[in-house]
């Protein structure tokens, strides 16, 4: 089964809700993740601010932090790193895992952490 | 009987901020520590004074109180509190990821919620663990003010319910995902305060109407919540000892009728009334005075010395008036008068002809209520936070709902019901209300001191973040903090009573306020004893003792200072 994992940078909810505004590629996102479990990919998604255990047993990860924070959110397929800075349309999560997906999609840039720090969410 | 009965092991003191619940979980403490037992009493209030009112330096861990044997209390810190589960969390990874990794984790553990449930893990351990207060013949949690106490209390069950229904997995529980870890010590605390042969809750009112309104919304709640072993404990109540003294008879008056008025729901509650004391109820004596059975009655005063008192609000007024526009926010603990002071404020600048908005953000307030009629040119607004909420989530699913499909609506959806959004809804709406001060005037009655400084800490994470993203942020925003920082914008007025701890922790609230790089326009020291010119025996000698405490604030804590006489809120 292939696996895609995703190292989001230290952020309180994956969709994006909870900061000053809402991102909407993060909420593309997290429904785009869900689109590519139901295509049978094994998906982890891991939060800096509540796993860093999984980035700290990655030493490629920590490479790629090392080298600025901005290399955040970290894609990998099956171990290897497919994509840093960007949260990839659904559109290229299928052309990297190789799967069909009809609709094309736009890649929107990262938006930075989607709450922010001290807005009482996290 | 002057203090409650107590039947259980546990015990609440739950009530508007400044009603006594700090005085009377002490006094109570007291008393049964005298009568024999090991008694804790534990405070979870950011804003807590227990040390004051005990005497002891407290810690986190149950310190014995000296000069009561049997008597013990511990305050929990919920900024500490949180700092520990921050370095529990981001420790062990210092030195194995990056330095800007730890610094984003650690800026994840720095916000209110993180604060808030690091506190109640703390009240979990207390309450949930039977193990922690063993020794223990009874542990009385002297609460934080209403608002915050009742979060505390559903929140067991609010996050249970979000834990148990959450399918997403990522979701917005976030930095607190180790809560699910507690669920079952959650579950039981739940049981614990829900079970009236385990524990009391002791509503504490003052004898107004605007306290006995609060306390009878938090029954209906903790009713709700299934929590029914409840008592009512009256503080302050006073009848003048002879009639003729307008100030006295006016205070008898107003604790008769609100009485005879009390919602139907409290009046059914057990009840205890404890007489206004001749003296404030810091240190054991006094705590001991107020399980006395007699009003003690006061000595004879000898003649007042020679002061120069500092005028009323009528300066302010004018000086404030004179700017033509801004924004007035008075800030105090619950209790102090702050709703009727800015109703006061706002009445008399739109009087002079100005476009005056007063709004709230304090869900406790009735400003409403304080604005006495329609008065032409005031618009009354209410920050309300259900509403506010409501009107976030359709403006989300609006915005980001509709390129979803139906899964990833769904999980927006989910999102949209966690604890979090009520937070930045309110904030969003106030750094609206805030906006509306650059054309008119905007008079905010804000909600009490904790509260309130975590809507400033808010403010500055928004501006950090707001600085650094490219999101597509309203005006108001992004202009919130730096309008608050502008004295020629905003002028911000401290409220407080001429008392040891209303002072004391409006000290407290200047400082976080120079944190926060706002400096305050001026002191008010709300309902005067001493200004009303009372001649009852135990008034004035209450009133006495307010002279080194508006000394205090007029020379050294405030460069401008008003003082309001005491007034029966039917003419304030």
């Given at each position: 089964m292939t696996k895609l994992e995703v190292y989001d940078p230290a952020m309180c909810c994956s969709t994006g809700i909870c900061g000053p505004e809402v991102d909407p590629a993060l909420v593309a996102f997290a429904a785009d993740l869900n689109w590519v479990a139901e295509q049978g990919i094994a998906v982890q998604r891991y939060n800096l601010g509540t796993e860093p255990q999984e980035f700290a047993a990655n030493p490629a990860v920590i490479k790629e932090m090392e080298a600025g924070m901005d290399r955040l959110p970290i894609i990998a397929v099956d171990g290897h790193?497919?994509?840093?800075?960007v949260y990839l349309s659904r559109d290229q999560l299928a052309a990297k895992l190789g799967l069909v997906q009809p609709k094309p999609r736009i890649a929107v840039a990262a938006g930075g952490s989607c709450c922010s720090p001290k807005s009482g969410c996290c | 009987m002057a203090l409650p009965t107590v039947g259980t092991r546990i015990l609440f003191f739950t009530g508007k901020g400044g009603v006594g619940k700090t005085s009377l979980s002490c006094a109570t403490g007291l008393a049964l520590a005298e009568a024999g037992g090991q008694v804790l009493i534990v405070s979870t209030d950011p804003a807590s004074n227990l040390d004051e009112v005990l005497g002891t330096a407290l810690t986190a861990t149950p310190t014995a109180i000296a000069g009561a044997p049997g008597l013990f209390a511990l305050n929990i810190d919920p900024e500490a509190a949180a700092f520990v589960y921050k370095e529990r969390m981001v420790g062990p990874y210092r030195g194995i990821l990056p330095a800007a990794a730890i610094a984003s984790m650690e800026e994840q553990f720095s916000g209110a919620c993180t604060v808030e449930i690091a506190a109640f893990d703390e009240f979990a351990k207390l309450l949930g663990d039977p193990g922690t207060t063993a020794a223990f013949d009874h542990v009385i949690f002297d609460t934080a003010p209403t608002g915050h106490t009742l979060r505390l209390l559903t929140l067991p069950s609010a996050w249970t319910e979000f834990i148990a229904s959450s399918t997403g997995g990522a979701s917005c529980l976030g930095p607190l995902a180790g809560l699910e870890k507690q669920k079952a010590l959650y579950a039981a605390t739940v049981a614990q305060l829900a079970d009236p042969a385990v524990t009391t809750l002791v509503l504490v009112s003052r004898p107004e109407p605007s306290a006995l309104r609060e306390a009878e919304r938090t029954r209906g709640e903790l009713a709700e919540l299934g929590v029914s072993n409840l008592r009512l404990a009256l503080n302050g109540t006073f009848a003048a000892a002879q009639p003729g003294d307008a100030i006295a008879d006016a205070m008898t008056e107003r604790g008769r009728a609100a009485l005879a008025g009390m919602p139907a729901g409290l009046a059914r509650l057990p009840r205890s009334e404890t007489p206004l004391l001749p003296q404030g109820t810091v240190g054991l004596a006094s705590l001991r005075a107020m399980s006395a059975a007699d009003i003690p009655v006061p000595p004879s005063l000898d003649p007042l010395p020679p002061l120069v008192l500092p005028g009323g609000l009528e300066a302010l007024v004018a000086e404030i008036a004179a700017a033509g526009h801004g924004v007035i926010m008075t800030m105090g603990k619950g209790g102090v008068g702050k709703t009727t002071l800015a109703a006061a404020i706002a009445v008399a600048l739109t009087r002079q002809g100005h476009s005056v908005t007063l709004s709230t953000t304090d869900p406790a307030a009735h400003v409403r209520d304080a604005v006495a009629g329609e008065v032409a040119g005031l618009t009354v607004t209410r920050i309300d936070p259900e509403r506010e909420v409501a009107d976030y989530r359709d403006e989300v699913l609006a915005k980001a709902g509709g390129s979803l499909d139906a899964a990833g609506r769904a999980m927006l959806e989910e999102d949209l019901r966690s604890p979090c959004t009520e937070e930045i809804a309110v904030f969003r709406a106030f750094a609206r209300t805030v906006d509306g001060g650059k054309d008119g005037f905007v008079v905010l009655d804000t909600a009490p001191t904790g509260h309130t400084i975590l809507l400033l800490d808010a403010a500055e994470a928004y501006h950090r973040e707001v600085s650094r993203t490219q999101a597509d942020l309203p005006d108001a925003v992004r202009s919130l903090l730096p309008r608050l920082r502008d004295p020629a914008f905003t002028r911000t007025l401290i409220v407080t009573l001429a008392e040891a701890t209303p002072v004391h922790e409006a000290e407290r609230l200047q400082q976080d306020l120079a944190r926060a790089g706002i400096a305050p326009f001026a002191w008010i020291v709300n309902q005067s004893l001493l200004a009303s010119g009372t001649a009852d025996p135990l008034l004035a000698q209450r009133g006495r003792a307010e002279i080194p405490f508006i000394e205090r604030v007029s020379r050294s804590l405030s460069p401008r200072t008003a003082l309001i006489p005491w007034r029966s809120p039917a003419t304030a």
């Open positions: 790193i497919v994509s840093t800075g | -």
